[in-house]
C-alpha cells in the first residue's frame, strides 16, 4: 500500500469509528457539554465519506485540505473548527514535507490556535499533544492513547462548555480526547506509521 492509500484508508477507518461510537460519544457530552459531540462528529464523517468516494488523491496535502475545509463546513459546536484546523494546517505541512511529527506537530498547533487550549485543561489536547510526542519519538500505542484519555477525567475543564460546569466536570471523561483516541487508533490501524 502507497502513503496515499494508507492514510486514506485512515480517513475510512475513522470514519467508521465515529460512526460506531457517536452514541458514546453523545453520552460524554450529555455529562459536561451539550450532548451532541457524537451527532455532529458523525455528520462531519458522512460529509468527509461523501468527499472521499468521489475524490482521488495523489498526495496527502490535499486529503488534509479537503477533509479540513467538510469538517469546518458541516460540523456544528467547536469540534468542526478545531478539527478542520488541524486538518487545514497538516495540509499546509504536508505540500512541504512528508514528516510525520512535522504533519501532525502543526495539526495540534491548529487546534492550540484556534481552541486557544493547552494540555491540562481537559479538551481534545490532552491526547493530541501526547500522541504527536509519541510519533516523533516511535511509541504512539493505542495504551498510550488510553492513558491519556484517561487523565482527562481528573482534570477541572477550562474551556468550552464543560468549563461552566467547574469542579462538577472532574470525574467525566472529555468527548473531544474521546474522539481524537479513535483518529489515533484509526491511524495506528491504518499502518500509516509503518515505515
Known amino acids: ?5 494508507k492514510m486514506t484508508q485512515w480517513m475510512y477507518l475513522f470514519i467508521e469509528k465515529v460512526a460506531d461510537n457517536k452514541n458514546i460519544l453523545n453520552d460524554l457530552d450529555t455529562a459536561i457539554g451539550d450532548g451532541d459531540h457524537g451527532s455532529n462528529m458523525n455528520r462531519g464523517v458522512s460529509a468527509i465519506k461523501e468527499k472521499l468516494a468521489e475524490s482521488n488523491y495523489d498526495n496527502p ?3 488534509f485540505k479537503d477533509v479540513g475545509m467538510t469538517l469546518v463546513s458541516k460540523v456544528g459546536g467547536a469540534s468542526g473548527p478545531l478539527y478542520g484546523s488541524a ?3 497538516m495540509a ?4 512541504e514535507s512528508d514528516n510525520l511529527t512535522e504533519i501532525f506537530n502543526a495539526g495540534l498547533e491548529g487546534i492550540q490556535k484556534r481552541g486557544k487550549a493547552d ?3 481537559k479538551t481534545m489536547v490532552d491526547v493530541w499533544s501526547p500522541a504527536t510526542e509519541a510519533i516523533q519519538s516511535g511509541e504512539l ?3 498510550l492513547l488510553q492513558d491519556a484519555l484517561e487523565k482527562t477525567k481528573d482534570i477541572k475543564a477550562t474551556k468550552g462548555r464543560a468549563s461552566y460546569l467547574g469542579d462538577r466536570s472532574i470525574g467525566h471523561l472529555d468527548p473531544g480526547a474521546q474522539s481524537s483516541v479513535y483518529l489515533f ?6 499502518g500509516v506509521l509503518d515505515e
Open 1 to 5: 500500500m502507497t502513503k496515499i492509500d
Open 61 to 63: 496535502a490535499d486529503l
Open 87 to 89: 486538518f487545514i494546517n
Open 92 to 95: 499546509k505541512v504536508a505540500k
Open 119 to 121: 494540555v491540562g485543561e
Open 141 to 143: 500505542t493505542v495504551p
Open 185 to 190: 487508533e484509526a491511524l495506528l490501524k491504518a
